[in-house]
């Protein structure tokens, strides 16, 4: 038996942290109440009060919390980046995800002993980035972007010298994670400076006959045709009019499932696995984290995952294995 991949896990409310610990998870991710992480969404992420009583909550339960302070700060405003490190490390953070450079440094030096994980929002991808950031800052883990192909993987990890965590399942951006200001031209507000990408209070839907109009702004991103899923109205996952034809230009509604990827996964090096879906609720994540738990634990004995269907959890109920297989190449 192999040791098993560590399973990291989403929490956007105190009650789906309690429901990803419940479910297995070996640690969870979250942000705090406010700019400084990238899912800066109304009703979501943690005060001081609340991260401390999950942090216990995950502790007790044997489970660690990794806090994401992985926007980039505002210029001239660094106090609330600066805080919520400071924070993370007196409120029992078993780690911080960070982008930010001098973020980085700030945190290097003022806590040393603060476990330093990249977050997939730097967008570290090849040695060279990834040797940088351990020299520099001493990051023990890197959350690699989802455009690598598991051979590329594999390799990236006979070369560096710190862990690495991959995405599993949820959803997909357009790739170039902390690199999308997409949101940004109509909204004003983009992931990773205000850590929200196409918020609510933006969104609307219209029905127009038989069909389903979602906008954000004043812009129609989709029309939806009775009976089809609808998806959340983000701009890279719009259908556009191109050349006389209409198609999903930048990237289809589809979400991330590698669940019966697992043991090439661990053959390539791989340290941990996330799950995405820190905007989804206690149900979501309950019935996530409980199917990988499963296929983890499985994958560590040289045993086949038991058969699980996530199609009712993932977006426009389509799945990929995204670039971990590339069929395309």
Known sequence: MTAPL??????GTPAALR?????GADSVYLGFRDATNARNFPGLNFSRGELKQGAAYAHDHGAEIFVAIN?????????????????????????????DIGLADYAARNHPDLRRHLSVQASASNVEA????????????VVLPRVLTIGEIAALNAQVPV???IFVFGGLC????????????????????????????HVRYEERGDELVSKLGDHT?????SGEAAGYPTLCKGRFVTRGRVSYLFEDPASLNAIGM???????????????????????????????RRAVDAAAKGEAAPPVDLGAVTEGQRQTTGAYRKAWQ
């Open 71 to 99: 926007t980039y700060p505002e210029a001239g405003n660094l106090d609330p980046w600066h805080r919520a490190v400071d924070d993370a490390a007196a409120l029992g953070a078993d780690a911080i995800l960070l982008a």
């Open 19 to 23: 429901a990803a610990v419940d479910a």
């Open 174 to 201: 357009v790739m170039a994670e902390g690199r999308c200001a997409l949101s940004s031209y109509i909204t004003g507000v983009s992931p990773n400076k205000d850590g929200a990408c196409s918020p609510a209070s």
């Open 6 to 11: 560590e399973l990291v896990c989403p929490a």
């Open 262 to 292: 697992l043991p090439e996964l661990m053959a390539a090096g791989v340290t941990a696995i996330k799950i995405e879906g820190r905007q989804r609720g206690k149900a979501y994540v309950s019935m996530v984290v409980g199917a990988f």
């Open 130 to 141: 990834i040797r940088f950031y351990h020299r520099e800052f001493a990051i023990k883990r």
């Open 221 to 225: 991103i989709n029309v939806f045709a």
């Open 163 to 165: 862990e690495t965590e």
